[in-house]
């Protein structure tokens, strides 16, 4: 069973940095079925406003969108040897403030759609101004 789990939330202030990190489990099960076959995602969800997209990286990381909110300092990337997801955020804005969860799936689409299978329960970041 594939299983995330998303560390690294913390509270910080306006304009520090902060990075996340999602390790995974079970993506692994055989020589061909590994976590880099496994197209990634991070997700954040604001009290009373509804999850949306921030970062996409796809298996061999030759692909990766941003949510216009996260272009230019935010940046998603991902270990294969060690089957975890980053998100480095920069440039911390109170408007930031959210629960963040990442996914896996092994469609980019549904990654970028928010389908994908597997979800972490989330790790909170919260920005003070």
């Known amino acids: 069973q594939v299983k995330l789990v998303e560390f690294g939330g913390r509270m910080v202030q306006a304009g520090d940095s902060l990075r996340l990190s999602c390790v995974t489990s079970g993506c692994t099960r055989s020589?061909?079925?590994?976590?880099?076959?496994?197209?990634l995602g991070w997700f954040r969800q604001a009290p009373g406003k509804p999850r949306e997209f921030v970062a996409a990286?796809?298996?061999?990381?030759?692909?990766?969108d941003y949510a216009d909110s996260a272009k230019g300092r935010f940046t998603i990337s991902r270990d294969n040897a060690k089957e975890t997801v980053f998100l480095q955020m920069n440039m911390l804005e109170p408007a930031d403030t959210a629960v963040y969860y990442c996914?896996?799936?092994?469609?980019?689409?549904?990654?970028?759609?928010?389908?994908?299978?597997?979800w972490g329960p989330g790790t909170q970041v919260t920005v003070s101004s």
């Open positions: 996914v896996a799936d092994r469609t980019y689409e549904s990654i970028v759609a928010g389908t994908g299978d597997y």
């Open positions: 020589g061909y079925d590994t976590f880099s076959t496994y197209d």
């Open positions: 990286i796809n298996w061999s990381s030759s692909r990766l």
